[in-house]
Structures are given as structure tokens and as C-alpha cells.
């Protein structure tokens, strides 16, 4: 952690902005919590613990900096609340998202499954494609079990459009 908490460091200096207490404590908590997808909220209640000092405000300037520095991404699942997660520093494009629908969890997907399709937009369309995300909604392993596949198109009503 203290390695990733230098090279951000260094990421703040090289854009002249300093890695303060409270920045720091906000990145921590990310790092402590770094598969969890966290929102503003849910990183705010955490800090808050640790450093009941801070308030909402300085975590959601905090996100929206490393956010803009390119240190985090700000995602959506189409349920309308932006989270948090670290950039993969040696990844080429951003990773992709299982989303269940029934219980709300969030699995990773580090394969890049996208090259050829990326190819044939960009020759296609003539389209220099910086990046791609792709979320999948669905059934986790955790739920398939209680659910009846037969009548999964009740649960497709909780997909957001």
C-alpha cells in the first residue's frame, strides 16, 4: 500500500497538488476496500471512523480530483450512483463488470474480451477508441440457485435501462 500511496504522490506533485491528510486518509480507505466498488457515501462513512474530522465535502473533492488525474475511475451500474476504483496502472483499457441483478454484487472480468470488436468500430467508423467498459447484468453464481431459471424474465425487470 505504501508504494501505490508514493506513486500517487507523485502523480498529485507532477500536477501541483499536494497529497494532504485528508487525501490521504481518502485513499487508504479505497485501497483498504479496493474490490468493493465503493460510492461516495459508503467511502465517506469509512474515512469517518478513522478520521472523524473530514467531512463529505473533502471526500467527494477528493474523488473528483483523482478522478480527473486519472488515478480512479468513476463508474455507474445504471442504478444511478457513481463508485470508485483504482485505475490498473499496466492495463491497456479499463476491465469489465458482472453485475447481479439479484443481489447487487459487482465481479471483475480482467480479461480484455474486446480487441477484435474495438478493431472493427475503429476501422469501421474511422473512430480512434481511447477506451471501452462493458458491464454484464445478470444472475451471479451466488444467486443462480435461488432463482428459477424458468422465470428469470421477472428478474430481467430489475435490469436498469
Do not use: W
Request: charged share 30%.
Amino acid at each position: 500500500m505504501e508504494e501505490r500511496i508514493d506513486r500517487i504522490r507523485q502523480q498529485l506533485h507532477t500536477h501541483s497538488y499536494k497529497l494532504t491528510p485528508q487525501r490521504e486518509a481518502t485513499l487508504r480507505v479505497l485501497l483498504e476496500h479496493e474490490e468493493d466498488h465503493l460510492s461516495a457515501e459508503d467511502v465517506y462513512l469509512l474515512v469517518k471512523e478513522k478520521s472523524p474530522e473530514i467531512g463529505l465535502a473533502t471526500v467527494y473533492r477528493t474523488l473528483e480530483l483523482m478522478s480527473e488525474l486519472h488515478i480512479l475511475h468513476k463508474i455507474n451500474f445504471g442504478d444511478g450512483v457513481a463508485r470508485y476504483e483504482f485505475r490498473n496502472e499496466n492495463a491497456e483499457h479499463h476491465h469489465h463488470h458482472l453485475i447481479c441483478v439479484m443481489c447487487g454484487a459487482v465481479d471483475e472480468i480482467h480479461d480484455d474480451l474486446l480487441g477484435e470488436v474495438e478493431q472493427s468500430v475503429s476501422d469501421k467508423f474511422h473512430f480512434h477508441i481511447l477506451d471501452h467498459r462493458l458491464s454484464f447484468h445478470g444472475v451471479c453464481h451466488r444467486c443462480i440457485d435461488k432463482v428459477d431459471i424458468n422465470d428469470i424474465t421477472n428478474v430481467k425487470t430489475n435490469i436498469p435501462s
